[in-house]
């Protein structure tokens, strides 16, 4: 299928690259400019910004509660963003929107990011507020049972590297892993995956650019041989929480995600692999507005609450 006609339109107006160094500040104002004013952001019965105080130190997240009810389930979500970019607000609306279908308590963390924290101190971040959540739950009305976690892109790298960490530990708590269109593998050589060649240029994400965006992560000190750098890369993913993973047709990173899910497959974990036909990397975050690619959040809904308490 090809791409979206309403993507193919967002993409035809956003010029081509020009070779210039890529300037972290610069492109974080870029995307803050463009976060939804509070008054237009889909309304939930409680959103909070409050400090998470983790063994990693203090981080900040910001809490989504749905609706009023005596007990949730709680998720905690990465954003994505190169390991560079995103904050809780460019992802406010996602976190919001998986509130709001899934019906569990949302917690989205505002983790240290590339180049100024060196690895692994966004991982470690992500890590300590979900061990923060479970420790937490009788102020944050966690049901006792369910504790998923969720991430898109470089987010989902977080969650796949989360749900291995916390299963070394002997800390059984997570009970589902989401990860929307997964960068499960930084080593960026182009013959590793065939959708690095389909989906090499006009897509949005393209396969030229993985390299000098996610170098700010790798330059600080994370080597993409380590399975908590690249997820794939771990010998065994036996014994992991069940996990749906998110792809998109014209991604170059759609292969590495789905083979992801094969291995967890092949391990004994229950995966489940949807792939959006016409669509982008970050389509979750940048076009769900167009009907069919919000059903990511339905989808979501429905392997959360059929699993619940499982």
Known sequence: MTIHPEIAKVLAA????????LDPAAMRAAEAAHVAAPADRLPLHAVEDVTAVTKAGEVPVRIYTPAEAGAYGVLVYFHGGAFFLGSLDTHDHVARALAKETGYKVI?????LAPEAAFPAGLEDCYAVVRWAAEQGQALGWDGRNLAIAGDSSGGNFVA?????????GFDGVTHQILFYPSVDLDFAEDRYPSLRENAVGFGLETAGLKPFNAFYLNSGADPADPLVSPIKRGDLGGL?????????HDPLRDEGELYARRLREAGVDATVSRYAGANHGFVQNFSWIPEFYRPFHEAAGF??????Q
Do not use: F, M, Q
């Open 108 to 112: 989205s963390v505002g983790y240290r």
């Open 241 to 249: 929480p069940p996990a749906l993973i998110i792809t998109a047709e």
């Open 304 to 309: 959360l609450n059929t699993r619940a308490g």
């Open 161 to 169: 590297a989360v749900a291995a960490k916390a299963h070394e530990d």
């Open 14 to 21: 956003i010029p081509a690259p020009d070779g210039s160094p």
